[in-house]
């Protein structure tokens, strides 16, 4: 525990940009930027969580191999917080994991165990952690019970903090992605537990469940071949996905989200990863409907991590073309909205 505090006490919260790159009347854009994180990604938030739990349930002790499932962020987060403590880690991902993450996770002394489909990670980690004699940290069933969604510094709060004195202090909207779904539940449990108007509008990229989950209620649902954007989706609906503190949801097309990806790296100056693109998308959505119904107000949204990770594929033209993304009409159509309003389409 002495040795996570002393960790946080040496980090600084993470940056509230307001965002420029647009023309939109009366909307305040903001970029709760997560990528500058010491481990490059909101999940170094998830990975400090679920080792505080982890330790103070008598789980995580001295010597005890740990195992991760996970598409690459929160396995970097928690490679680092493994090295901090001295325990050997293992994350356990699929072959299709940017080879840069994978670079990330094993410069932060962990190891990497690798399956061919998303959904064969789940089991694979548990039987891993057994054979090792481990403990199966299982990001997607304890990301939503392990953050104080009342608070204690948590993503929502600092958000918040963040805002005040803003011409829109309190958001009409935020506007997120989800992976595990731990934080759209810490995010949407504050907003209730603290009487905030907001709403929170949580986007799904194509090839996840939980949009279709969220619609129908039913949590029996699954997908094949998972989500194409790394770091968001599942094709299972997690235990931490909790649709109830969710107002609405929009499903975004692989296209859409990496146009969107390349569109505000080019407006920041900067480059953000695909599921930053899946956020943007559904927040401009957003944004044309306030502007419609003449609603002035402030949208908030997530960096998650850094673009940088994504060099070989969603930044890489031949990539790109490889896997079928026609992007170049989707950019369009976002550069026109953004600099006049202009219609955006549909929103997958």
């Not at 694979?124 to 069933?141: K, S, W």
């Not at 859409?256 to 559904?282: E, Y």
Request: glycine letters at 10%; charged letters at 25%; one cysteine or more.
């Amino acid at each position: 525990m002495k040795i996570l505090d002393r960790d946080t006490r040496r980090s600084a919260d993470t940056h509230l940009l307001r965002f420029e790159g647009h023309a939109l009347p009366g909307i305040d854009i903001y970029l709760k930027d997560e990528s500058t994180h010491p481990t490059g990604s909101l999940k170094h938030r998830l990975a400090r969580s679920l080792f505080l739990f982890g330790i103070c349930n008598g789980q995580i002790r001295d010597g005890v191999p740990l195992v991760e499932a996970s598409s690459g962020s929160t396995a970097v987060s928690e490679a680092y917080f493994a090295r901090l403590l001295g325990l050997p880690f293992y994350a356990v991902m699929t072959r299709t994991t940017s080879a840069e993450k994978i670079e990330d996770i094993e410069r932060q002394g962990g190891r990497c165990h690798f399956v061919a489909d998303s959904g064969q990670v789940y089991d694979e980690a548990a039987g891993l952690a057994a054979r090792l004699g481990g403990i199966y940290v299982d990001q997607f069933t304890n990301a939503e019970r392990v953050t104080d969604w009342r608070g204690n510094n948590n993503i929502a709060e600092s958000i918040f903090r963040q805002m005040q004195g803003e011409p829109h202090g309190v958001p009409a909207w935020i506007v997120m992605a989800a992976g595990t779904g731990g934080t759209s539940a810490t995010i949407g449990r504050y907003l209730r537990y603290k009487h905030y108007a907001t709403r929170l509008c949580v986007a799904d990229p194509e090839g996840s469940v939980f949009y279709d989950a969220f619609m129908t209620g039913d949590r029996t649902l699954t997908r094949c071949g998972g989500s194409r954007i790394e770091g968001i989706g599942r094709p299972r609906v997690e235990p931490s996905f909790v649709p109830g503190v969710i107002d609405r949801m929009f499903r975004v097309c692989d296209t859409a989200s990496v146009a969107a990806m390349r569109v505000l790296s080019r407006r920041l100056g900067r480059k953000v990863g695909p599921s930053t693109g899946t956020n943007f998308h559904a927040l401009c959505h957003i944004a044309s409907g306030l502007m419609r119904q003449e609603e002035p107000g402030s949208l908030v949204t997530l960096i998650c991590d850094r673009g940088e990770r994504y060099l070989a594929t969603y930044y890489d033209d031949a990539w790109v073309a490889a896997q079928g993304f026609d992007i170049a009409p989707a950019e369009a159509r976002l550069e026109r909205f953004l600099d006049d309003g202009g219609e955006l389409g549909a929103a997958a």
